[in-house]
RNA sequence: CAAGUGGACCGGAUGGUCGCCCCGGCUCGCCGGGGAGGAAAGUCCGAACUCCGCAGAGCAGUGUGCCGGAUAACGUCCGGGCUUCCAGCGUCAAGGCUGGAAGACGGCCAGUGCCACAGAAAACAUACCGCCCCGCGCAAGCGGUGGUAAGGGUGAAAAGGUGCGGUAAGAGCGCACCGCCUGGGCAGCAAUGUUCAGGGCAUGGUAAACCCCACACGGAGCAAGACCAAAUAGGGAGGGAGCCCGCUUCGGCGGACACGCACCGGCUCGGCGCGUUAGAACCUCCGGGUAGGUCGCAUGAGCGUGGCAGCAAUGUCCCGCCAAGAGGAAUGACCGUCACUCCGCGCAAGCGGAAUACAGAAUUCGGCUUACAGGUCCACUUGCCUU
RNA sequence: GGGGACGUAGUUCAGUUGGUUAGAACGCUGCCCUGUCACGGCAGAGGCCGCGGGUUCGAGUCCCGUCGUCCCCG
């Protein structure tokens, strides 16, 4: 992968929690999961870096394994252009459409980018609410530390 | 020169900027090196490797199937044979000769099954029409425990073929040639070829029908397997092993000491709190084992040049080389230059534009099959031109 | 990566040891019934059996190749 491995999301787990829990933004060529992910425990698990990190998932129903990798190295590409706009410890998950192999650089470039400022946008939001959850879907979620609004 | 068929091979080159994976260095974030294929694909075969199972043998099952060789092995490859097809030559015609292509190419004269419809009959020939003979009858015709497989018709297929003789009519009934079967000689390792003698022909097709014969095969697969090993729950072993006084409704309660644990305290003493007959809480240890991590994981039936052996597949020897190793998975993005093909303009030089396939390693090899823009070479056939 | 199943009318499925016309239900079309619709009744259309070869007289069935779909092993 282009991206640095630390930008990077590496297990099944992972995924499933950006899937369950996150929002969507749609475009033209992509549809991107996204999920601001708590703050680490105070008391541990300090591994946990503030890095945002990124995914991208391709099907198998996008076309055969040389057109896959053709894809994702193309979002892989534009995603590292667009790396710095993302300051806050995001998790991205990025779907790309078939459109994807088609269109002009430039524009899935511009696309990644738009994706990247509208979670941005949110996270910013969410966290000047004290970081309360994003979604009610959320309250099941075992990391939760921020108090419910009072 | 063009077209077709078959086979072999290539699969754009070279720079710049920004990045990714692995390896090696050190001044620890920089430097150096390497980074997709002929099919990496389909997973159709064969192996290496790993675990499980296993005294030996047989049965069953699966696969292969002309012969010989190559190989670690194979359903692969090489050479040879046979059959079929195509083209040419040759012949009155056939047999034949040359070249090319294709072939799951052992066995239905071991057994069993099947062969619809049509047809008399589909395999032990029960004869439909016809032909012939005999009997009856003037005749038409009728009848026969009659003969006959040459002809007709049916069918995918009809009981050796052609010709001559023969006969009441016919028939391998007899003969010649061809085919078939049996036995022998010769050539060959063999498949097989060739030749001689005998047999008058028994032996329809189907084994990608059951089956017979010969040979091979234990099962699963790197998500195999080995090691390290958190949290939680559960398992096993051991430790946890104190007495006195008072009251009592006999369940316990209260007090002192002792022990253990936690806190205050730099440490001892001390203070305070909790627990002390339940095999409880609690403590220690052990093993299994999940997440996760490491190995397997790239020096191998390896690649290249050359020599030798062999018709060849291939083997062998000398020298040289080390050539991706990830794990939501690297090998990329953008911009140039050049080459190749096509289109437009142009006498030309050249200019502008377009196209560049199939497709992406996941334990590793040997094959097969399938996909593929464009191009190169070789062999054969046909056509045209020149000498 | 590896291991297995299945492709038949528009849809869901049958199709026995190869045998001649490939069948059922729902759906579709037309007509009848009714004032109209539904229900019901009658009739009909619709398939190169995923594709390409082969064996056989004959293939949906047997064999080989190929394409597609689905399931299992973390």
Same mark, same amino acid.
């Given at each position: 992968? *282009?991206? +640095?491995?630390?930008?990077? &999301? ?16 749609? *475009?033209? !060529? ?5 999920? &601001? ?13 503030? $890095? ?30 667009? &790396?710095? #706009?993302?300051?806050? +410890? ?5 779907? +790309? ?25 949110? !996270?910013?939001? $969410?966290?000047?609410?004290?970081? #309360?959850?994003?979604?009610?879907? #959320?309250? !099941? ?8 609004? +009072?």
């Amino acid at each position: 992968m *282009s991206i +640095p491995r630390e930008h990077r &999301l590496r297990k099944h787990a992972e995924f499933e929690v950006v899937y369950r829990c996150g929002q969507r933004h749609f *475009s033209q !060529a992509l549809t991107a999961f996204y999920l &601001l992910r708590p703050e680490p425990a105070e008391d541990g698990a300090l591994e946990c870096s503030r $890095d945002p990190r990124v995914g991208i998932t391709v099907g198998r129903v996008m076309g055969k394994a040389a057109v896959r990798n053709r894809i994702k190295r193309r979002v892989r590409a534009a995603v590292t252009e667009n &790396l710095g #706009r993302l300051t806050r +410890p995001l998790d991205v998950v990025i779907n +790309p459409k078939k459109a994807a192999l088609e269109i002009d650089f430039q524009q899935l470039c511009a696309e990644v980018a738009r994706a990247f400022e509208v979670a941005e946008q949110k !996270a910013a939001f $969410d966290a000047g609410k004290n970081a #309360r959850p994003q979604r009610e879907r #959320r309250s !099941a979620q075992p990391g939760r530390l921020a108090a419910r609004k +009072p």
